[in-house]
Nanobody, 115 residues
Framework: QVQFVESGGGLVQPGGSLRLSCAAS????????MNWYRQAPGKERELVAG????????NYAGSVKGRFTISRDNAKNTMFLQMNSLKPEDTGIYYC????????WGQGTQVTVSS
């Protein structure tokens, strides 16, 4: 069964930093491109960042480019999202999932950026 466990969220002030982790299981993580998503209250889930399986090529939403860094450790079936210079509009629940045909979602981790 495909499972994702997101962690590392919390409450931070604008300009602060957080590092999110995603522990994946139930599939061949090393062969799967992965994405981070987020969902703000009352809004649809949106793509934040993505990373390919073996080449490690990354892509980012324009709103986070230059502030967030996605990475992965295939040996540990884990993906990360380093978030710097956080803004209030970054607030939301952050989820990880496979890029291709994501279906089963974890509970996400809450990120709140507020002064």
């Amino acid at each position: 069964q495909v499972q994702f466990v997101e962690s590392g969220g919390g409450l931070v002030q604008p300009g602060g930093s957080l590092r999110l982790s995603c522990a994946a299981s139930g599939f061949t993580f090393s062969s799967s491109a992965m994405n981070w998503y987020r969902q703000a209250p009352g809004k649809e889930r949106e793509l934040v960042a993505g990373i390919t399986s073996t080449t490690g090529i990354t892509n980012y939403a324009g709103s986070v480019k230059g502030r967030f860094t996605i990475s992965r450790d295939n040996a540990k079936n884990t993906m990360f999202l380093q978030m710097n210079s956080l803004k209030p509009e970054d607030t939301g629940i952050y989820y990880c999932n496979r890029r291709d045909s994501p279906r089963s979602w974890g509970q996400g981790t809450q990120v709140t950026v507020s002064s």
